[in-house]
């Protein structure tokens, strides 16, 4: 096995390799597939509402933020360019495939695509933008931030002001509700005349990670001293154990040359045993390091 | 049409529960986004290597630019990021490094490591000064143009500059990578005695949207002039119907911002109606409705 490095302008050229046929296949092994949105919006200038296929990303989860990118050129970043703006995200199903690349296509300005894609509009409850009466997740959301990009493309940061759902998914289990929506921009394909075929992927596996004591009770975005003392409360480690190793934790923080080279060894080789459950190791490594220093 | 549940902007916020787990419907209301192991170089009087698992949020594709989102409490990532002429690597882990993702989702002491804990193998990165994760399978590695500070995080909007790819997953079909990579986190569950588990989740079913005549010969982003034109060229529309549909066009364009005119609104119908039939494909039926306006 080895590493295939490219710059910037390669991978934007689309790079290919002996071999293989499709030009778009390495090419998008660097791009994560990524959620995508419905987004209905409304012209400020007319009052025609506009509905667009696209991506986005998480923010934060309280407040529940959302971001967006949109090139400037586009009807959706004309209506969603003041903060304060309204719009609705809606979360297409699998079964929403064709009106999703309806929603990509360039349509004149002012015609309601939607409307094109025989969907219904979905009144909402805190904005003035109608969403997607089928799709199962509806976001209702104001602009909150705004931030140009590259000279072309907007980010939007967009607060969640108001959301429904479908009643149906509430008592369904997790596998089963990714497994409808959202779909995920995954890849173009080529076709025949040299343009693309978008294609959408839908979630089909729930894999558990591990957890404690593999890492702290509380999950991700803890200290890892705050396993430590877990694994003290779980007894997996000892009083005196848990207390060698805050020690070396504690003078690691102030240690310099070699010694924060062996600090760092000893600190290092504890969690690495504990992360992978290697709990005789661990002892082992906390008595004789102890031992010795 | 299924019935809705409505949530107001009160009962969104009071969806976090103990330990940072949401209630079920907070999750049902995200999508689950693609994970990565975001690596950085601590700023000085720092000197080591940091890494965490954080979740990615598309930008541009050209430049190819997306957004990594810190907690503001995780002052080392936060550092890091905002310290000048800052860089990072971007790299996906496989569903057989969960263990791994998970080590990296906790932070280690400033000095420590997270990679060397989950066993993970850093190697040179060959457009910026930090490392790359060698078990993982793609490395991005980016530059740092912005750090936002918005509510509880930090978001870094982040430049990739160059990039780099295991060989032996070069030759694979889009299908079988994405069962491979990335995971997207779905959720975090309390598991039978209160301990945060984090799950992930595989793509595997892909579906292609339509295409020509359904869509411009070009794909997405062309314009409707030249889709238009398209469906002459193939005979899908006879130059008569063709030009109609071109003088709707131009027309509609002239009369967008007089709002009160009743051709504008006869105007929205007409090419409402047609782009309908088409992207249908009711052929007969499109020749049917713009025969009424030859």
Known sequence: MGRLFYGIDELLKQPSFPGIKDPTLVH?????????????SRDPETGDLNFASGTYGPLTDRPYTIC???????????????????????????????????????????????????????????????????????????????????????????????????EELLGRDRLSVIGEFPTYEVDDATNIWGGSIERLGVNGELLAA????????????TDMTEWVADLLAEDYLSEAESARLNTWIRDLATASGEIRDELRERVTHALRLAAWEQWDHLHAHLR????GG | ??????????????????????????????????????????????????????????????????????????ERVVRNLTAPGAECVLAEPTRDQLRATTICGQRAPDGICEAAIARLKLCKSLYVDVPSIDDCPVNLECVVDHVERYHTHAIAFTRVVGASIDDSYLFKERGEIISIFPTNVVD????????????????????????????????????FNNWMSDLRDERYLSTAEYELLLAWRKRWDELYLSRDSSERVTLKTRLTEASRLIVQGRWARLHDYLDEFA
Request: hydrophobic share 40%.
């Open chain 2, 188 to 223: 975090d569950v309390l598991d039978a005695n209160g301990n945060v588990q984090r799950r992930v989740s595989l793509l595997r079913d892909i579906h292609p949207c339509p295409e020509f005549p359904y869509a411009q010969k070009s794909g997405w982003g062309d314009d």
């Open chain 1, 210 to 221: 591990p957890n404690f004591p593999a890492c702290a009770k509380a999950g991700f975005n």
């Open chain 2, 1 to 74: 049409m299924a019935g809705k549940h409505f949530l107001s902007l009160a009962e969104i916020d009071s969806l976090q529960r103990a330990k940072g787990v949401m209630d079920s419907i907070a999750y049902s209301l995200r999508s689950p986004m693609a994970q990565l192991l975001l690596v950085t170089r601590d700023a000085p009087p720092g000197d080591g290597i940091c890494v965490r698992s954080t979740q990615l949020c598309p930008l541009t594709w050209k430049p190819y630019s997306q957004s990594v989102n810190i907690p503001l409490d995780d």
């Open chain 1, 68 to 166: 967006l990118h949109l090139h400037s050129s586009p009807h959706s970043a004309r209506n969603l360019a003041a903060v304060g703006a309204e719009c609705v995200v809606a979360l297409p199903g699998k079964d929403l495939v064709r009106e999703t690349w309806i929603g990509a296509l360039s349509l004149p300005r002012g015609i309601f695509e939607a409307d094109v894609a025989e969907l219904t509009p979905l009144p909402s409850q805190v904005v003035g933008v109608p969403g997607i009466a089928e799709c199962p997740v509806n976001l209702e959301c104001r602009v909150e931030f705004i931030r140009e990009l590259y000279g072309r493309t907007q980010a939007l940061f967009l607060r969640v002001v108001g959301a429904t759902i479908d």
């Open chain 1, 288 to 291: 004789a390091t102890g031992e």
């Open chain 1, 28 to 40: 998008y092994h660097f791009r994560p597939a990524r959620p995508a949105n419905l987004l209905i």
